[in-house]
């Protein structure tokens, strides 16, 4: 079952970039990142199955470093929203070239 | 790497929650609505919360649904509906006869599946693992295999994790002060 889990995992990472990549909306920008966290816990856990329980270690740290990446994340979308009272990453182009 | 022959059963659950989690993930990509999008990836991330368990780590599995579909999601969806970004018909109560049925079928299939199981005289017993983890696992069991390598060589990394969690928490404060608080 490990080329299959890898499989999935590299369609669900795929599906995230993709989704960074083509949508506007930075919550849902930001639930694709959670996605891609979510892909590699995956191929940890399945790696996990057949190298020792390292991976899965690493898994918790993974979920503690995407927890605090969405607390932070989510204040910083909210001081956006209210500085221009949109969540649309084509309204916020402050720091463009 | 050691050939492994599956049960049906197994296979069968383990392509079946695969597929769900690919079309729940496809179906949050492609949402209008940040709520829906929201829901869908909370349902991807219980396919993967039971893939974990097929994939002999049961422990990961309920921290998935724990700590993913249960804190962070909610913490979106808490976020969303703060910036009143849904609108209200999509968060109100299924509408119609069709979704009120299937709600409740499935409810009432779920009831009975947890009846059976608890009221058989059968103790449940969950699959041994057969990857490299199945003799740390009968000694310490699901929780102390991942519990001695993270007290133990990652014992630095654990506590430092601490230390990420309090600036996460410091930053979030300061970011989401409002500027002119102090002023009123």
Same mark, same amino acid.
């Given at each position: 079952? &490990?080329?299959?889990? &890898? ?7 795929? %599906? ?43 898994? %918790? ?37 | ?22 079309? $729940?993930?496809?179906? !949050?990509?492609?949402?209008? $609505?940040? @709520?829906?999008?929201?829901?869908? +990836? ?6 993967? $919360? ?32 703060? +910036? ?37 005289? @059968? ?13 740390q696992f009968g000694k310490y069991g699901?929780i102390g295999t991942?519990a001695r390598? +993270? !007290? ?12 990420? +969690? ?19």
């Amino acid at each position: 079952m &490990l080329a299959e889990s &890898l499989a999935l995992s590299a369609v669900l990472f795929t %599906i995230g970039v993709v989704g960074v990549l083509v949508r506007r909306n930075a919550i849902i920008i930001f639930m694709c990142v959670e996605l891609m966290l979510n892909a590699v816990n995956l191929t940890f856990v399945a790696f996990s199955r057949y190298y020792g329980a390292t991976g899965q270690v690493f898994v %918790i740290f993974v979920m503690t470093v995407a927890a605090a990446e969405a607390a932070v994340g989510l204040a910083i979308i909210i001081a956006i929203f209210r500085h221009r009272q949109s969540v649309n990453l084509q309204n916020i182009n402050l720091l463009k070239g | 790497m050691m050939i492994e022959h599956f049960p049906l059963f197994y296979t069968f659950h383990f392509y079946f929650f695969g597929v769900v989690a690919i079309a $729940s993930a496809l179906a !949050f990509v492609t949402r209008k $609505s940040p @709520v829906a999008a929201a829901l869908w +990836l909370v349902n991807t991330m219980f396919s993967l $919360s039971a893939e974990y368990v097929l994939l002999d780590a049961q422990f990961i599995g309920v921290m998935q649904v724990l700590v993913y579909a249960g804190a962070i999601m909610v913490v979106f969806l808490f976020v969303i509906m703060l +910036l009143n970004l849904g609108h209200p018909s999509e968060i109100a109560d299924a509408r119609g006869k069709w979704p009120v049925m299937v709600a409740v079928l499935i409810g009432i299939a779920l009831l009975a599946e947890v009846m059976t199981i608890s009221r058989s005289g @059968v103790a449940v017993r969950f699959a041994v693992p057969q990857g490299y983890n199945a003799e740390q696992f009968g000694k310490y069991g699901a929780i102390g295999t991942i519990a001695r390598p +993270l !007290f133990n060589e990652y014992l630095l990394a654990f506590e430092l994790t601490s230390v990420l +969690l309090l600036v996460a928490i410091a930053g979030a404060v300061v970011l989401g002060r409002r500027r002119n608080a102090d002023a009123r």
